[in-house]
C-alpha cells in the first residue's frame, strides 16, 4: 500500500498547490488479478479500507461485469464493487462499472447500495446515453454500433480498429 498512499500523497500535494477551484481526486484500481502472485480481493479490500480513510472523492471499481465474482474463486460470485462497497461503508462514495447497457440494467445495479455507476462502451457507442433517458427517449438509445458509423461518432482511427477487430469487445453489426 505504500506506493499508492505516496503518490495520493503527491496528488493531493499538487491540488493544493495548483487548483483554483474545486478540483476532485478519486482512485480507480482493478480489485483483483486472476494470476497468482497476483492482486487478491482480500489484498483489495484491506486497500479499499486504507483508501476509505485518505480523505478522497470517490473510489472506482475497474470491471468488466459489475455483477461478476471472483476471477479466482468460482464460489465467490459477490460482485467485487458491492465487496468493496461493504468494506467502505458511508465514509467514501464508490463507483461501479461494467456491461450495464440498458437503463433497467443501470437501476438494477443502483439497488445493490452502489451509489455511483460508469458507463464505458456504451457511452461510444451513445454519447447522448444520459441525456436520452433524461428525456424519456429510452427506446432512442442506440446499442449497437455499424461499420459505417466511426464519422458519425467521432471514434478515432486506433480505437475504431480495436473495436472492428476485438471479438465480442463492442456490439458491431453488420
Ligand atoms: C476505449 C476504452 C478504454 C479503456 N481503458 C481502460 C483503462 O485504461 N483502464 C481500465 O481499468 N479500464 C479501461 N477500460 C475499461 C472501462 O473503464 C470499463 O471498466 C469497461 O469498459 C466496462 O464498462 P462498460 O461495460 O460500461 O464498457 C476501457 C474501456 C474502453 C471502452
Redesign the pocket.
Known sequence: MTFPLAVIDAVKATVKTHASRPFIVGY?F?PEEVENPGISIEDSLLFADGLAKQGLDYLHV???QFWGGSLRDASDRTSRAVRIQEVVGQRIPVVG????HTPDEVLNAFNSGVPLL?????L?VEPQWVSKLQADEISQIRTTLRETDQEALEIPDG?WQMILHIPGWFPVVK
Open positions: 480507480r482493478s475497474s470491471s468488466n462499472v461494467g456491461s450495464l460508469a458507463l464505458g462502451r456504451e461510444v480505437l
